[in-house]
């Protein structure tokens, strides 16, 4: 639950940080906006793909650095409770 | 032996049903409360949306079939039976085997009043090629049911089967939704594209085979405690 | 694996380190440009996330078919690494997409087909999560349904919409880019290693917690 939870949060903060570097795109025309045609589009449609590549670097990186401290809060966790289960009960270490 | 098994299980589960006639007047009405909410969404001004009904259709069968998964299992589970049914020295496929001619049989039956409903309330003409329809429809109940009995009779023990069924089985059984729709589409269309068709059968017809074999080999190590 | 984990960690994050300049250094691709450069880790990231489903699919059916609990561990790492390198591809790909197709989404067969693979990897985690006792046979048993359904579902969405805009999809790499290229797959595979030998670690840990609980209440 907490990992989901921990993703979906993180899913939305770059959602949300997203849409506005997006929406400071100059808008380039009637031709990106909604959904067209691939053929109707020109060659050479003026968007910025600055934004696009660095909203995509960022959310790889955020995404990898979640990932990687839950599970090391999971396994941190795991291995607290073991201890603990340990020192109480000292014979069943050894079983 | 196995085969009979499986037919001494499709008969129980028949006289049963039979009795009350519950599952499947439930999952009937179902179905058809199903076309007729679709009926509001895909109807505009008096005449339905082109290419509605196949994905109606099929929709509607999804829906109903996984109603009934449901409940045939819940129906063990309430009496224990399951784990009876197990317990005794029958072959674990034939069990699988045995519930899953029932359940094709209980969709097959939804399926005789649904694909006329179809016809009817969304003016679409189903009966063009009956012989191609009627085996896509047997290819893809089939698919959707040998998936769906495995998965339903694992879930049995599970608290939160009911929204687990439809989760776990509508991604496995996306290939025969796509087939069955397609494949559909291309009977309703004005001069009916019969060569479509029979790919998309050849193609729902390979993944039940491969998912029959696979629900065969996997029964008997999935359904021991 | 424990005694490389440290050589291959340092490996991975000098590779990872390093990737932004190799990405910056390659040549431009000549149609698209700067977007381009999303290819060098969207791929690598499906790359993963298809090694990560066979691994699932076939430890699942050790498991089932040998009994063996730590290959169902190794099952459940693979389904769980799956579902966050698709989460990446699919977040990357519609990023670059609207600029090279001009749409967000197509449903062509690759991205349909990667959608459903996330979905059944989202169903086998959240079945394994709610599903109550024996849940890790049926997710075994979900991990091998998602296997098999790849040729099934690339198949007829294939058949389904044949539109693919093949011009941009997969680029002729020239030789600067395929450097480029390969240097991330490996650092993304040297990182999917580092990961599962963790998530496995994990499910072990956990399964000893559990060993010593019964062991605490006879």
Redesign the interface.
Same mark, same amino acid.
């Given at each position: 639950?907490t990992m #989901?939870k921990k993703?979906s949060v993180l899913?939305l903060t770059?959602l949300l940080t997203g849409a506005p570097l997006l929406a400071s795109q100059p808008p380039g025309g009637a /031709? @990106?906006d909604g959904?067209?045609p &691939?053929d109707s589009?020109p060659p050479q %449609?003026q $968007?910025p /793909?600055?934004p #696009? #590549?660095v @909203?995509? =670097?960022a959310?790889?990186w955020v $995404? &990898?650095m979640a =990932?990687?401290w839950s599970? /090391?809060s999971? &396994?941190r966790k795991?291995?607290a %409770?073991?201890a603990t289960?340990?020192r109480? @009960?000292p014979g /069943?270490?050894g079983? | 032996m196995p085969f009979r098994v499986a037919l001494l299980i499709l008969k129980k589960d028949f006289l049963i049903e039979v009795k009350s006639l519950e599952i499947l007047s439930t999952t009937l009405f179902f179905a058809v409360s199903c076309l007729l909410v679709f009926s509001f969404a895909f109807v505009k001004e008096g005449s339905p949306v082109q290419d509605a009904a196949a994905g109606i259709l099929w929709i509607a069968i999804a829906f109903s079939g996984t109603l009934a998964l449901g409940r045939v299992f819940e129906r063990e589970r309430y009496g224990e039976t399951l784990r009876a049914l197990l317990l005794a020295p029958a072959p674990r496929p034939a069990i699988y085997l045995g519930k899953l001619f029932g359940m094709v049989l209980l969709m097959f039956t939804t399926e005789v009043v649904l694909v006329p409903m179809v016809a009817l309330l969304f003016q679409a003409p189903l009966f063009s090629r009956p012989l191609l329809l009627f085996v896509l429809l047997a290819a893809g109940t089939v698919g959707f049911a040998s998936v769906g009995t495995l998965f339903a009779a694992m879930l049995v023990r599970a608290r939160t089967r009911d929204i687990m069924l439809p989760i776990l089985l509508y991604p496995v059984t996306i290939p025969v939704m796509i087939a069955g729709v397609q494949g559909t589409s291309a009977l309703l269309q004005a001069s009916p594209d019969e060569a479509m068709a029979t790919m998309w059968i050849a193609i729902v017809s390979t993944f039940d085979v491969v998912a029959i074999t696979l629900c065969l080999w996997m029964f008997e190590p999935l359904m021991t405690e | 694996m424990t005694r490389f984990f440290l050589p291959v960690f340092g490996v991975t994050a000098l590779m990872f380190a390093g990737a932004p300049f190799v990405i910056a250094d390659a040549p431009y691709e000549s149609t698209m440009l700067l977007v381009q450069k999303i290819f060098y880790f969207h791929v690598p990231a499906w790359f993963v996330m298809f090694t990560a489903i066979f691994i699932s699919g076939i430890w699942s059916a050790r498991y089932l078919f040998k009994g063996d609990r730590n290959a169902d561990r190794v099952a459940f790492a693979a389904a769980e690494i799956a579902v966050v390198f698709g989460l990446m591809g699919l977040v990357t790909g519609p990023l670059w997409g609207r600029k090279a197709w001009g749409v967000w989404w197509q449903w062509d067969a690759r991205l349909t087909m990667a959608l459903l693979l996330e979905a059944i990897f989202i169903g086998y985690l959240l079945v394994r999560k709610y599903g109550g006792p024996g849940s890790e046979k049926l997710s075994a048993a979900m991990a091998i349904f998602g296997m098999l359904n790849v040729p099934f579902v690339y198949i007829s969405v294939n058949i389904w919409r044949t539109i693919h805009p093949k011009t941009s999809v997969v680029p002729t790499l020239g030789p600067g880019m395929f450097g480029a290229f390969w240097f991330s797959v490996i650092a993304f595979m040297l990182l999917f290693a580092l990961l599962m030998h963790l998530r496995v670690r994990l499910e072990q840990q956990r399964a000893a917690l559990d060993d010593l609980y019964l062991a605490e209440e006879p």
């Open positions: 639950m #989901l993703l899913f770059v /031709a @990106t959904f067209v &691939l589009l %449609e $968007l /793909a600055a #696009l #590549l @909203t995509a =670097y959310f790889v $995404l &990898l =990932y990687i599970i /090391a999971r &396994l795991v291995e %409770e073991m289960l340990q109480r @009960t /069943a270490a079983r | - | -």
